[in-house]
């Protein structure tokens, strides 16, 4: 709040000082996508947490926009970021498998080469691209970030806890030890965890000084706070919530030393920042894992807990500050937003999910959607219609429970009853009615994709 | 954040221009408090609910402190209530009872003449004083606000569903028409409660008005969100939460001209204005109770979400905008506090559990206690050292389960594991030990009072 004020202090005073990189780049604004692993709806200070201490993001909440209703397009790390980077279902890129839900370190597959990520739209206008942190969308070297659209990449290909070092299902499966890679290369075997956070923040940095004078798109998905959780010196020991809060604070101080360095450059009117998660808490991880706050169950499934998530857009001067929305918005809107801000169309060939969300961040509209699909691998467990939710099926926890079908479907009033408590199916057939008509009319149209994550040579 | 952008820059540009009223009576600041009635720990938008829109407390806590782990003295109406008044633990008070926890309109009794309430203390020090709201501690003439060191009164002298108009069990109890008092006088039976909010916020930007040259102390303790839920046409419909969210927006609103009242006079720099709730939601309403957000249960028990609160400290100049507060605190210590600021000595007769706030809000210190109890009627079912939480008796909903007593105590890390899901205690026998000092330490020095709860005449 204090530095908004005092820019603004200052704008009045000086009204003809103006920098010169907002009127020559004006019409391709940068992107930057910060996001972070498994961190729950509840875990930002913002979101009310109570003992984790989250001053960066909960002020980049206060001079942009907080959104209370964001979901994820799956409730696990590979299909989630295959939405982010495609604006589609993961569902239409083969991105899904029932069983083996994200890619292990045996999988030969990855993100199709057909599909066109952000990165790669982004790059037919002139951009600068940089994919810094854990990418899990394929390791085999077709798959890495360079080969899909990234002009450089820094971080580990897949989950950190696909270590034998660290983890004994890793070590069972016989994984490799956990690379950390630059560009298609393997730098280090089992680098130091604790330092992982720091480096991408200094990558990040680094490739923003760089590309200050044209316009960039920095995709920073870090590697935490999934566990094994690691924090730096700097930050282990401190939280009063214990290690998952120290590397949730360190997340925080990263996002703080972003913003500071678009500040500082300059760049900060011209550059569209969205910090979000890539599903929700591993609550089975217990401690180790976030909260999803007032939000039923967590991670892996299609509760909300599991897939509606904190986001926060900042872009001052184009994002009126303090504004607080419930509209509805998904991971693929940034996708159909960035290339929207970009002036590049959506393709032609293909359904992208993504709407574009700039009407709302200019404040020239309040709703831009109003259906969200809730996919579990390749099947369709749920979907949203303004504030109603109807479950086909129900499964309570990661990967261990048995999924519980609903026929007729369950139904809930989000807005209502945001922990899902009250089924009141029985009273608005109206509303499953309508739902279903949605529903059909979402799968006449759909096409699935054949899965990339089968891994016959793992089983 | 604006119009603190706007003081900042008026107060730069004009340093000679401060407002009379903050040099005369800056030895004698006004306090003024907000109370809800069972509002949850997740209902506002600035602790994280997704749908209830409270810009005017989420500036509030922008422009001031929030506090995250703040408690009240119990976890229902009247010996909460009790507790804030007196800045005593209710059982010193008597405002306790295992059975009958609250008042009843049948009910005799009240808070004893003998506590000194917040009130008759501030009164010692010239300060007008006004209770605006629902009272419930005890209606019969002598209990009344206007005996227990209040200038003035207007409201309902307990909860508005004690009404045979509206509830049956109020009906089938014989209670009189729902009376709405001004002083000790019945102006109204069966009040519209859609307009209670409004009348109260109105009566409470009079006060002010008609006290601005002198010091004041205003409780506004609210009748809402506690069911039966009313709010007036402005807000009913409004709300994407619904009804609850209708009435929740609608004090949202009161506050908001409450504090823009305080402004407009030049008081807000002279004026301590403190917004909490007496319990947390009432959970066996459903719909029409609100949401303890991350944490465990709500109104009525001994688990977080029972007595741990919304609550934001507002006072420009003196508390630093935006801070984010961890520090226990309690309703008790705002008695404490209250006194500190008139430069009123606590009583030497008695035992007072608040403690001043003061250096907290100063910034000069980052705890000021460390130990909080947790009493159900008059039996200690919990207690909270720093971190820690030992429950002795766990009791999950309201009124109509059974308690379950714990031996070895159950023990929770509060700050670790907010929502009270994983017990420790055979991990931490020191802790579990240490606490049991504490206890006894608190047991030996315990003198309690007679229940003024009883109400033979109804039984």
Redo the contacts between chains.
Sequence with gaps: ??P??IV??IS?LLPGCTSPSVSSRGDRPNVVILFADDLG??DL???????I?T?NL??MA?EGMKF??FYVGASVCTPSRAALLTGRLPIRSGMVNDRFRVIFPPSEGGLPESEITLAEALKTKGYATACIGKWHLGHQPRFLPTNQGFDQYFGLPYSNDMSPALTPGSANRGDPPLPLLRGTEIIEEEPDQRTLTRRYTEEAIQFIRDNKDRPFFLYLPHTFPHVPLFASDAFEGKS???L??DVVEELDWSTGQILATLRDLGLDENTFVFFTSDNGPWLTE??EGG????LKDGKGTTWEGGMRVPAIAWWPDTIA??K?T?ALATTMDLYATALALAGIALPDDRVVDGVDLTPLLRGESEQVRDVVFYYRGTRLFAVRKG?WKMHFITQSAYVRDEPVPHDPPALY?L?????E??NVAADHPDVIADIMQEVERHRAALKPAPSQLEIPAWE
């Design positions: 709040m204090r908004f004020s603004l202090f009045l709806y509840g200070g913002v979101y009310g947490h109570p003992t201490r001053p909960d002020r206060a209370t209703q009063p919530r214990g998952y809060g217990k401690l909260s999803a706050g007032l500050p303090g607080v419930d504030p009033h807005e209502h009853d945001p922990s408590r009250f």
